[in-house]
């Protein structure tokens, strides 16, 4: 057994007896009330899930296992002559819940490196669909072809002891995330870059090599695609690739079924697709007003169009953040110490002063402030990374860290199939007459 799958295993089984101890104990007390508004407006805020790799503060915004953004940039190991965390290292704390050393955070490089090959058929399968087609389906179907080499289907079908559940997904996680820059960074080439696709570089770590897969060997680049890759990786169990993944494992399906699950969410405009969805606003704000460099009054007035016709402003307001994201400011802090003169990136920092007043008069907007997305487009504009519709898939390849260090926990937890319990509004009209009991069979 490899030296993480060892400790991640010491970690689940410790956290495994502590449960049982405390369902044992605490297993009837209630964790909170359920209103009928939350039953049909998404759950807001209705606990339901367990998600030990991070958790969400509506004030502070996200932490992995207990560590904000800035301390993570501050203590994880970087890149020789980098200041930005390699997300090797945040995988490895999500995993196991501890800071690895710069040594761990090697092996985990070379770990991934070794586990890259992708198979030829997973790139005809990419090459059998229209050039066209948008990077995040080519991307799901690309998962999906890759679902061939899935040690845990293999190994289900030839009759696995569900203790060695953990075992199998744990590889294919590994697995899986180690060959998902080869297959991004191809669609990538084969898209916009007339199929000239670059092999890997098995010197560089999972991002600078990602980077160099696409096309871009500029340092500063590489730097963005390691914070890039570390901030996007998770935000608590509840969002929608997040549980998506979570859902669709609890059937036993493969990391990859279940990943592609949580990608076929992320490509939603609500959701991941909001990035490409800002950069094409802005694009377009741009061009009706016929500048280059919108004011804020401009972009106000703009902003309250693109609400009279009934659209969202994309990259503003969350489901559970109440601030401005810490995503967004790292990204923003990052644009300040590398391209303070962009002009896109300051149209960026002026949306960001005009957008949340316009928004706040607007009693329904519950966050007013920026999220991830209303930053991540300009600075990938500014190193050449124009396609926008790519955008997305990028956010793909960061959430796997997460999604996936979820579902091990998941398995080695043996949590079991998620089935909540439904309503029809009849029902609720009976229940609400006290002629029927809500609660059913
Ligand atoms: N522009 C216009 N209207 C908005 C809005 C925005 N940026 N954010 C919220 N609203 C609207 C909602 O559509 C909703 O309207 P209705 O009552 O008419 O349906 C109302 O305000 C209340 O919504 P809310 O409770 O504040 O927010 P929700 O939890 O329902 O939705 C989110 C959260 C992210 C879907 C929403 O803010 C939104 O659509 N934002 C724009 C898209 C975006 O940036 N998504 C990316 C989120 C981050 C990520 O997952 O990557």
Same mark, same amino acid.
């Given at each position: ?33 359920? #209103? ?5 407006? *998404?759950?807001?805020? %209705? /606990?339901?899930? !367990?998600?030990?790799?991070?958790? =969400? ?67 005809? #399968? ?5 050039? *066209?087609?948008?990077? %995040? /389906?080519?991307? !799901?179907?690309?998962?999906?072809? =890759? ?295």
């Amino acid at each position: 057994m490899g030296i993480i799958k060892d400790r991640f295993k010491e970690k689940a089984d410790i956290t495994a007896a502590e449960i049982k101890d405390l369902l044992k104990e605490h297993g009837n007390k209630k964790i909170g009330e359920v #209103t009928l508004s939350q039953v049909y407006q *998404g759950m807001r805020g %209705m /606990t339901g899930l !367990v998600t030990e790799t991070s958790l =969400l503060d509506a004030q502070e915004g996200i932490r992995f296992r207990g560590y904000s953004i800035p301390e993570l940039q501050k203590q994880l190991p970087k890149a020789p002559g980098g200041a930005e965390p390699l997300p090797e290292g945040l995988f490895y704390l999500m995993l196991i819940g501890e800071l690895p050393d710069e040594e761990t955070v090697q092996y985990i490089t070379s770990n991934w490196q070794r586990r890259s090959h992708v198979p030829n058929h997973v790139f005809s #399968t990419i090459e059998a669909l229209p050039v *066209g087609t948008h990077p %995040m /389906t080519q991307f !799901v179907v690309a998962v999906m072809a =890759l679902q061939t080499e899935s040690q845990f289907s293999k190994r289900y079908a030839a009759g696995m002891n569900k203790k060695d559940y953990w075992d199998a997904l744990f590889d294919d996680t590994m697995d899986l995330i180690a060959r998902l820059p080869r297959v991004a960074a191809y669609i990538y080439r084969r898209k916009y870059k007339n199929g000239d696709h670059i092999q890997p570089n098995g010197l560089l770590d999972w991002a600078g090599n990602f980077a160099h897969m696409m096309g871009f060997e500029n340092e500063e680049f590489k730097e963005l695609m390691r914070l890039y890759m570390t901030i996007h990786a998770d935000h608590e169990g509840g969002n929608v690739s997040a549980h998506t993944t979570h859902l669709v494992g609890s059937a036993l399906s493969d990391p990859y079924l279940s990943f592609a699950a949580g990608m076929n969410g992320l490509a939603g405009p609500l959701h991941g697709l909001a990035n490409q969805e800002v950069i094409k606003w802005i694009y377009e704000m741009r061009e009706t007003l016929n500048t280059e460099s919108p004011s804020k009054e401009q972009i106000a007035e703009y902003v309250k169009k693109t609400l009279a016709e009934g659209k969202v402003v994309p990259g503003y307001g969350h489901a559970v953040l109440r601030k401005t994201d810490p995503r967004f400011t790292a990204q923003m802090d990052f644009g300040k110490r590398h391209l303070p003169n962009d002009p896109l990136v300051n149209t960026v920092w002026n949306i960001y002063e005009a957008v949340p007043p316009v928004l706040q008069t607007i009693g329904k907007i519950k966050n007013p402030w920026p999220n991830v997305d209303a930053h991540s487009g300009a600075l990938l504009v500014h190193y050449g990374m124009v396609e926008y519709e790519f955008y997305t898939v990028l956010f793909g390849v960061s959430r796997a860290l997460g999604v996936l260090a979820s579902l091990c926990w998941d398995r080695a937890l043996g949590l079991p199939l998620e089935r909540p319990k439904s309503i029809t509004t009849n029902q609720v009209k009976l229940w609400l007459d006290g002629k029927d009991e809500i609660w059913g069979d």
